[in-house]
């Protein structure tokens, strides 16, 4: 009995050791930070990480940093990595910091629902805050200040009273009865309510009236007509042909496709 519980112990020794391998293993695969170009050392890395893992957990979003091994210009920055975020593994909601450090850029970027908490206040808020570390070049705690701003704005909650210019809305992004009550709503709720009024009192004023002069006397005013009426035919032949057009095989030439939803900081 004793030999069984010490074989039972070592175990169950044993499998906590390659539980907490495979836990530690885990963590050190987490990817919500990908410095490629060495910008962070381990310690700094690590911690990061952790603030970053933190805030994903809090809000269901993915809160991720990319620092760039190039650069990208100014112009074309929010385009380019609004297109990195699409074509990478990424959650639908999540936020995005660059760091472009080569040119001393940087940038962020909101997808999905995480769009609805970056008002233009806030996207000023986090982008001063993290300017306070970014004007002495240090870049690990402003990012530290990116994580915990990130969450903080999710535990805040929406920001209903804030302005929203920074996003941009792609219209194949947004369901079609959404984007007609956007468009078209004020006239979808008038149009009934006025045609209802407009119908209502027309079939009270026809009803307001009783009486001989507005009856119709349908004994005087009838007749029978009986005529003879002879129904001719004629067949015609139409034949038609399709005259080609040389714009019909270049109609999808040079059309370019709009940037998917998203919201964003600005270069900064």
Known sequence: MIRFSKKFTSIAFVLMLL??????VFAAESDMLVDDNGLFDSNEAAKIEEALDSASLETGWDVRIYVADYSVSADNMEEYYNNFYDSSDYKEDGVLLVIDNDSDRRIIITKGDAMQYFSDER????????????????YYNAALTYARDVESFYTDGEDTDGSYENVELNKKDVPIIQRTFDNFGVFIIVIPIVAGIVFFVMTLFRYSFHGADNTYDLQGNSKLELTGREDRFVTSHVTSRRLSNDNDNNSSSGSSSKSSSHGSSGVF
Do not use: E, G, P, R
């Not at 539980?19 to 530690?24: I, K, L, M």
């Not at 996207?123 to 004007?135: A, C, G, Q, S, T």
């Open 123 to 138: 996207m000023n808020d986090i982008k001063n805050d993290m300017k306070v570390y970014l004007d002495d070049n240090d």
């Open 19 to 24: 539980c907490a391998s495979a836990f530690t």
